[in-house]
């Protein structure tokens, strides 16, 4: 999907520092797979494709015989934890997707080495309609899950349809749930055909629908089951063979995998090591060949060490994500339900001592990407409240707004963190900021799956969290975050203007006029004091140069399948 040309220069900034190591370890040529003919990528703006997308595929650019893919090898990597259970439709962190991305597949997805495109996974290839509301995927033929029964549009619909209406189906769908949330109906003209209807036309639906928490499911075990937190049964790439919790999770080639002559790989073994240093020195004595992803892959001071001491024997990558630090308040608790005390906190975050803390790392900016096609522009965000310097009035007007409220000497609160160091350096921010308006934090530091299931449950006075998304797209960070019952407004945030502007933009495929929307939204956002995002983040990850065919996406949860994926030896 398009993110603009600000953040398309943003990404190659980044990449500046560590451009000649990801250039020798772009992805080599692969072996056209023996599949039906792939549809042409599509971009985000799917409302200007009124016809079948042409029949295209990437083509590689040749490469010497010795830098062709070779199959063989089993890949390691890091995890810091297992993930809670094996239902990605229901989890949240990426914990799981780095396993459950080379089980199952989307509809579509993102292009391993480009993170714009749009391109064919088990639908070969789609139409959209000329008012952008219906998307009609075509499905390869002959495909079967791991069981050996056979996949049909059944199991596209009935996935589908448990995300978009996770509430209907009694579950929790935090994040396919959001990017699916403006699907109005599914149907199955026939067995290799899924035909989504929109409520609304959708610049935002394809991407969205790329996103690494937009798998099929097969119908016959959930059915069966209720759900599938013990089982990882799929059509991608690789088989699950086993979960060791605490140890390992092995996986295996999928020897009939619909794209003939991959996976290139035999296996991927995953370790979850919890502890940063144990974990950090696993990578860097070579013990596994590739990090993990997201914030507890390499943390900035670790990825610098790394460049400094390792030089050209591994590739640490720094990608943009739309991840930023949120202070969750629970509206329907006191003193949170009293904007003067949210409008307080915000004021007291002093963000640029934030920023120093995370080594100098990250932005300014509000709910959507300040380097993005949607975000206000850092500069901008400087002279809003609570954003610049100095801090001294900041702090002046938050303890008069918490003596308004009925506060003069401030309160207590307890802060859930989850463990490791990035979320519990959070912590500590929260604790110090807040302290200087008289406000005493409580920090309760927790594991991911208890973290997640507070959140979830509601069952929290405040909280911290690394808040990261698939796409820099305002429906899927609206409708988790700020919509009224949102799948990931934790804190049960609800503003009728924000709903009704919400509303609005997601049908409207000028984007000059829906990016002047998606700011109103924003500065209402910011008014209201919805959560307070301190700042924006970026994600350092590494692998050894014999990993080769792998460049992170967008974020941690659109390039997780390793299916192109190969060891140079």
């Not at 990404?11 to 560590?18: D, G």
């Not at 901008?380 to 003596?403: T, V």
């Amino acid at each position: 999907m398009t993110h603009g040309k600000d953040f398309a220069l943003f990404f190659a900034s980044l990449l500046v520092a560590v451009g000649p190591l990801v250039a020798s370890c772009a992805p080599a040529a692969s072996p056209a797979p023996t599949a039906k003919p792939a549809a042409k990528a599509e971009p985000t703006a799917a409302a200007k494709a009124a016809a079948t997308t042409p029949a295209t595929g990437p083509t590689a650019t040749p490469k010497p015989a010795a830098d062709q893919p070779r199959p063989g090898g089993v890949l390691t990597r890091t995890n810091p934890e297992d993930p809670a259970h094996l239902d990605v439709h229901q989890a949240t962190a990426v914990s799981a997707q780095l396993g459950l991305a080379n089980v199952y597949n989307g509809l579509v997805r993102f292009a391993p080495v480009d993170v714009n495109k749009v391109i064919p996974d088990i639908a070969e290839r789609w139409e959209v309609s000329a008012d952008a509301r219906v998307f009609t995927f075509r499905l390869r033929q002959g495909v079967k899950w791991h069981d050996g029964k056979p996949f049909t549009s059944e199991d596209a619909r009935f996935s589908l349809e448990r995300m978009a209406f996770w509430k209907e189906n009694k579950i929790i769908s935090p994040r396919g749930g959001a990017m699916l949330s403006g699907v109005e109906k599914v149907e199955t003209p026939d067995a290799n055909t899924v035909k989504v209807t929109l409520k609304y036309p959708s610049a935002s639906f394809l991407g969205n629908a790329a996103s690494g928490w937009v798998l099929v499911l097969p119908k016959h075990v959930l059915q069966a089951k209720g759900d599938m937190k013990k089982d990882a049964i799929g059509t991608g790439p690789f088989k699950w063979k086993s979960w060791n919790f605490g140890v390992s999770q092995e996986l295996v080639k999928n020897p009939d995998y619909f794209m003939k002559g991959l996976p290139y790989l035999d296996g991927v073994t995953i370790y979850p090591i919890k502890d940063e240093s144990t974990r950090f020195a696993a990578f860097r004595t070579g013990q596994v060949r590739m990090t993990g992803i997201a914030s507890k892959a390499l943390t900035h001071a670790q990825a610098a060490q790394v460049r400094k001491e390792m030089g050209d024997k591994v590739v640490v990558v720094t990608h943009p994500a739309a991840m930023r630090h949120l202070f969750f308040m629970n509206f329907k608790k006191k003193p949170w339900d009293d904007i003067r005390v949210r409008q307080a906190i915000d004021l007291a975050f002093d963000r640029q001592a934030a920023l120093a803390v995370n080594s100098g790392v990250g932005m300014l900016g509000a709910a959507m990407h300040p380097k993005g096609a949607w975000g206000i522009p850092e500069d901008e965000m400087a002279k809003m409240p609570g954003f610049g310097q100095p801090k001294d009035r900041d702090i002046a007007k938050a303890k008069s707004l918490l003596a308004e409220a009925g506060y003069p000497s401030g309160f207590k609160t307890e802060v859930i963190i989850r463990t490791g160091g990035i979320s519990e350096a959070e912590g500590v921010v929260a604790k110090d900021h807040l302290a200087k308006i008289g406000v005493d934090v409580s920090l309760k530091i927790v594991d991911s799956a208890t973290h997640h299931s507070r959140l979830d449950q509601h069952d929290f006075d405040s909280s911290f969290l690394l808040a990261s998304d698939p796409t820099d797209d305002p429906d899927a960070i609206f409708s988790a975050y700020y919509i009224t019952g949102g799948s990931m407004n934790f804190g049960q945030f609800s503003d009728k203007q924000v709903d009704e502007l919400f509303a609005k933009q997601t049908a409207m495929l000028d984007e000059a006029e829906r990016k002047k929307v998606v700011i109103d939204i924003q500065k209402r956002i910011l008014e209201l004091a919805a959560y307070s995002i301190v700042f924006w983040d970026a994600y350092n990850m590494g692998f050894w140069r014999e990993v080769r065919g792998y460049k992170p996406g967008f974020g941690p949860y659109t390039h997780n399948s390793l299916d192109r994926v190969w060891l140079a030896k």
